[in-house]
């Protein structure tokens, strides 16, 4: 299981990392939290219920990556004017629904960086990571927020999935962030197919 997900018995997925992996995937997962930032902290004595219905954002964040993990709904990003109802409904259901979703995302982060603290690295420096079928979807949304964030900051476009990318010198500042993005997709690929029935 070097490098990769494989299915274990009874299902769920186990990888083999070691401390300089564990070590980049909690690192680029705190760094996924403090972009989304902190969540609301609930006032003594208010009604739990109130947070429910807390009203969010109406305006996309200016961040292109926190645009790209919060995107507007109902608006064609390739159109040139959207149109002033949609427009209106994107910014009610952003109003509504960000909060949450923004929940959603920490939590997500936290189940990875959780399970990277909970494990023993042994005496070659190397440690087995196992995840259940239910603890591996927090960690394949996870890893998809992190390669939308590092694909935006790199500035991979769907159209060419940054093929310009794979070739850049050793040289180029930008080729760690590379390494990461492509080494996440291997992972999300490869924990998908292990719940793969």
């Not at 960690?139 to 850049?168: K, M």
């Amino acid at each position: 299981m070097p490098g990769h997900f494989e299915p274990i018995p009874g299902g769920g997925a186990a990888i083999a990392l070691d401390e300089v992996e564990i070590s980049i995937l909690r690192s680029l997962a705190v760094q996924l939290l403090e972009l989304i930032g902190p969540g609301e902290t609930p006032v003594e004595g208010e009604d739990p219920l109130a947070a429910l219905f807390a009203e969010g954002p109406s305006e996309p964040p200016a961040d292109p990556a926190l645009a790209r993990l919060f995107p507007d709904a109902y608006i064609d990003p390739a159109a040139d004017k959207p149109d002033d109802e949609l427009q209106e409904a994107s910014s009610e259901f952003r109003r509504f629904t960000e909060n949450d979703l923004r929940t959603h995302k920490r939590d997500d982060a936290m189940a990875v960086v959780r399970a990277l603290d909970a494990l023993t690295v042994d005496a070659e420096g190397g440690a087995v990571l196992k995840l259940t079928a239910p603890d591996s979807v927090p960690w394949l949304r996870s890893l998809n927020d992190l390669r939308l964030t590092i694909g935006t900051r790199l500035e991979v476009t769907d159209e060419d999935e940054g093929a310009g990318l794979y070739r850049l010198p050793d040289s180029d500042p930008r080729k760690p962030m590379v390494m990461a993005y492509l080494w996440l997709g291997v992972l999300q690929e490869t924990l998908v197919e292990t719940l793969m029935p």
